[in-house]
């Protein structure tokens, strides 16, 4: 996400395609999965706050970590932060929530997770979007949080943030800077190898790729550019997530928003770590960002944003390393606005699965937490 938000600049809908495309151009079809819904539930807490864009994340040890951003009064505005919560109970019940980044400039998308040595990893980055919004001149309360700095320590705070700790999550370091951000974060390779795609939000000329880190996250070097397709500009390339299949080739969903498969999913992969990708193509998902899971048969599950009728949050599953997609399964349809989504998925200790996305309801004035328990056949 850029400044203005990456979701104020990408707005609209075209066409909805659920076929799924083996390679670039050729469309086939793929079985649909067998699934059941079991539970929605809402799990913030503090409901008369905002919370957005959170990602879940399942320890060696069997809890739940999920970090979002929390504090807030709208999609944009400057009083954001990141929080955590925990559960040690597979979902059924969270922690209230801890603060872990506080700037003083609006903290947004949070990702997490666990590394092999058991460090756990907290990205995010900060924006200054809601400095263009009429209410940091009117409303006194922005006004008085825009003005804790001058301009040039604002712009000082604006990068991509990640945050490490080495106990559980009982303690964090101080944040420092990486070179991109995504979402939902890094991901760890069979080889030990920590990878992250991503943007580079605010370096650069906002290349997007891949880094990697060989010292547990501690530093970062950059890896790898993604290619764009023909006609395409890489700037309207957001929010990067990859997994690592069981033979150790790699796929990376993106979120596009250039006109051909715009507010599509396109897909690249990479078969040599991660140091070179194909080019991106469309895999026939309308809906994002996506969230890649490796399950534990083997098999690949995708979950997304789906910010038109049915409005809500959707999975699919591929059987063969990312080649062919299932039709959509519905995790939720019930949205009542198009402010919803960034869904993220864990498997829990019997095989089932739990989702976490931000959602506008209803029934409360801002966007609250929603998890669903669900299975697959």
């Known amino acids: 996400m850029a400044n203005p938000t990456r979701r104020e600049v990408l707005k609209g809908s075209i066409a909805f395609c659920s076929a799924a495309v083996l390679g670039p151009g050729l469309i086939t079809r793929a079985a649909e999965s067998g699934y059941k819904v079991k539970e929605i539930k809402t799990i913030s807490m503090q409901n008369h706050l905002y919370h957005g864009w959170p990602t879940v994340t399942r320890l060696k040890n069997g809890e739940l970590l ?77 006004k008085a949080a825009h003005e804790r700095l001058n301009e040039k320590q604002r712009q000082a705070q604006l990068d991509n943030w990640m945050i490490r700790s080495t106990d559980g999550g009982i303690n964090f370091s101080a944040p420092y800077r990486v070179p991109l951000n995504s979402p939902h974060g890094p991901i760890q390779g069979s080889n030990g190898r920590l990878l992250y795609a991503g943007m580079d939000l605010w370096h650069n000329d906002k290349r997007v790729g891949v880094c990697a880190s060989d010292d547990d996250g501690q530093n970062w070097k950059w ?21 690592e299949c069981s033979s150790g080739r790699l796929i990376l969903h993106i979120r596009n928003h250039n006109k051909v498969n715009d507010r599509e999913t396109l897909q690249c992969e990479s078969s040599d770590g991660g140091k070179t990708w194909s080019k991106p193509h469309s895999i026939g998902v309308w809906g994002l960002p996506s969230f890649l899971l490796r399950l534990n048969d083997g098999r690949l599950l995708m979950t997304y944003g789906h910010r038109r009728a049915p409005l809500g949050n959707q999975a699919r599953i591929s059987t063969d390393q990312g080649e062919t997609w299932s039709e959509p399964m519905i995790i939720s349809g019930d949205g009542t606005s198009g402010d919803l989504g960034y869904p993220s998925t864990v498997q829990l200790t019997d095989g089932s699965l739990l989702t976490v996305w931000y959602e506008k309801i209803k029934s409360l004035p801002l966007a609250v937490l929603r998890q669903a328990h669900w299975t697959l056949s």
């Open 223 to 243: 890896l790898a550019t993604v290619g764009t397709r023909e006609g395409d500009d890489y700037k309207n390339y957001h929010e990067l997530h990859m997994v």
């Open 66 to 142: 999920v970090v979002y951003s929390g504090g807030r009064q709208g999609h944009v505005c400057p009083f954001g932060r990141v929080e955590i919560m925990r559960s040690r109970d597979e979902g059924k019940t969270w922690t209230f929530p801890r603060v872990l980044i506080d700037s003083d400039i609006d903290d947004r998308d949070a990702g997490v997770m666990e590394t092999g040595k058991g460090t756990i990893l907290v990205t995010t980055f900060s924006s200054l979007a809601y400095a263009k919004q009429k209410r940091t001149s009117t409303d006194a309360l922005w």
